[in-house]
C-alpha cells in the first residue's frame, strides 16, 4: 500500500495540483492580457479604452465575464445539438492543454516531454475541429462558410509553421522545449539566441501565428462585413465565451511558443548581475508580453488583408521562403560539421 502511494497516487496529487494552479494563473493572465489588448488599441485611436469597471478599469474583464455566464445560452432549433455544445468545449479545452509541457523556467513545467514541440504542434492543429464543429452543427450559411476559410487558413499557415520548426530543431537538435532553450544558452546572452540566426524565420513564425490564431489582419474567419460574425454567429453567452477565451489562450500559447523557439525562454538577455539575480520566469513572462504587445499593434495598425491575399501570402511567399531556410540552415550546419572534423 505504501508503494502505490509512493509511485502512483502521490505523483497524480501533485501533477493535479500542478495543473489546477496553472489553469487559474493562466485564466487569470488571460483576462489581464484581454485588457491590455483594448487598452493598445485604445492608445493608438488616441481613445481611453476600458476604465469604469474598478481602478484604471482593472475588472474589466472579470465583469464581462460575469455577463456572459448570466446571459441565457441560446441553441438554434436546426443546429445539432450534442456537436454545437461541445464544439466551444473542445476549444477551450484544447488551448489550456497545450500549456502543460510549457517551461515558464527551468524544470518548472507539468510534463517535461522529449516530444514537447510536436505535443504543441499536434494541439494547434486539433484547434480548427473546434471551429469546424461550430460551423457544421450550426445548421447555417454563414458559419459554415466561415469555418472552411478557417479550415483553409489554419492548414495553408500550419506547413510554414511546420517548417519553421524545423529549422529551430536543426539548431538546437532536439524536440524537447527545455532543451531547445538550454541551446540557445550562452556567454553573449540574447545574441545566442535563434532570433539572430534564424531572423527570417522569426518573422515567418510571428505572420504565421497571427493567422493560425485568427488575429488582425487574418482574421477573416470573423469579419463582420463578409460573413456576419464569422463560425460564432449563432453562439452566445458562456458558448461564445469559450471560443473567445481559446482564441486568447492560443494566442499566449504561441507567444510562449515564440519565445522558447526564438528568445531564450527563461534566459536573462546577458547572462552577468543583475540580470541573473532576476528568476527566469519572470524573464519568461517579459519575454511572453512582449510577443503579445507585437500582436496588439498589428491588431491595430494593420489593415485586412483579401483572402486571396491571405493564401497567396502562404503559399506563394512563406512556404518557398520557409523550405529554403531548412535546406540553408540544414547545408550550413553540415558544411560547419564538415570543417569541424
Known amino acids: 500500500m505504501a508503494e502505490l502511494w509512493t509511485n502512483y497516487i502521490w505523483p497524480l496529487v501533485i501533477i493535479l ?3 489546477v494552479l496553472l489553469l487559474v494563473v493562466l485564466l487569470i493572465v488571460t483576462a489581464y492580457v484581454l485588457y491590455a ?37 441560446i441553441i438554434p432549433a436546426g443546429a445539432n445539438k450534442g456537436v454545437f455544445l461541445l464544439a466551444p468545449l473542445v476549444t477551450g479545452v484544447l488551448a489550456l492543454s497545450a500549456w502543460a ?16 514541440v510536436l505535443y504543441i504542434f499536434a494541439i494547434s ?54 532543451a531547445i532553450v538550454e541551446a540557445q544558452d ?20 510571428l505572420i504565421s501565428a497571427l493567422a493560425e490564431t485568427n488575429r488582425p489582419p487574418f482574421d477573416l474567419v470573423e469579419a463582420e462585413s463578409e460573413l ?40 536573462p538577455p546577458f547572462p552577468v548581475a543583475p540580470f541573473t539575480w532576476i528568476p527566469g520566469v519572470i524573464w519568461f513572462a517579459l519575454k511572453v508580453f512582449f510577443m503579445f504587445f507585437l500582436f496588439a499593434m498589428v491588431k491595430a495598425i494593420v489593415p485586412r488583408y483579401r483572402y486571396d491575399q491571405l ?22 550546419l553540415q558544411y560547419g560539421a564538415f570543417l569541424a572534423k
Open 17 to 19: 495540483a500542478q495543473s
Open 37 to 73: 489588448d483594448r487598452k493598445i488599441w485604445a492608445a493608438v485611436q488616441i481613445r481611453r479604452g476600458p476604465n469604469v469597471v474598478g481602478p484604471w478599469g482593472l475588472l474589466q474583464s472579470f465583469a464581462d465575464l460575469f455577463k456572459f455566464v448570466v446571459k441565457e445560452p
Open 101 to 116: 509541457v510549457i517551461p515558464v523556467n527551468a524544470e518548472w513545467e507539468i510534463a517535461n516531454l522529449n516530444v514537447g
Open 125 to 178: 492543429s486539433l484547434m480548427v475541429y473546434g471551429v469546424i464543429m461550430a460551423g457544421w452543427s450550426s445548421n447555417s450559411k454563414y458559419p459554415f462558410l466561415a469555418s472552411l476559410r478557417s479550415a483553409a487558413q489554419m492548414v495553408s499557415y500550419e506547413v510554414s509553421i511546420g517548417f519553421v520548426i524545423i529549422t529551430v530543431l536543426l539548431c538546437a537538435g532536439s524536440l524537447n522545449l527545455s
Open 186 to 205: 550562452g556567454r553573449w546572452g540574447m545574441f545566442n539566441w535563434f532570433w539572430l540566426p534564424l531572423l527570417p524565420m522569426f518573422v515567418v513564425f
Open 228 to 267: 456576419v460574425a464569422g463560425y460564432a454567429v449563432e453562439y452566445s453567452a458562456t458558448l461564445f465565451m469559450l471560443f473567445f477565451l481559446g482564441e486568447y489562450v492560443a494566442m499566449l500559447t504561441m507567444c510562449a511558443f515564440a519565445t522558447i523557439l526564438f528568445l531564450g525562454g527563461w534566459l
Open 311 to 332: 493564401m497567396r501570402l502562404g503559399w506563394k511567399v512563406f512556404l518557398p521562403l520557409s523550405l529554403a531556410m531548412v535546406a540553408i540552415v540544414a547545408g550550413v
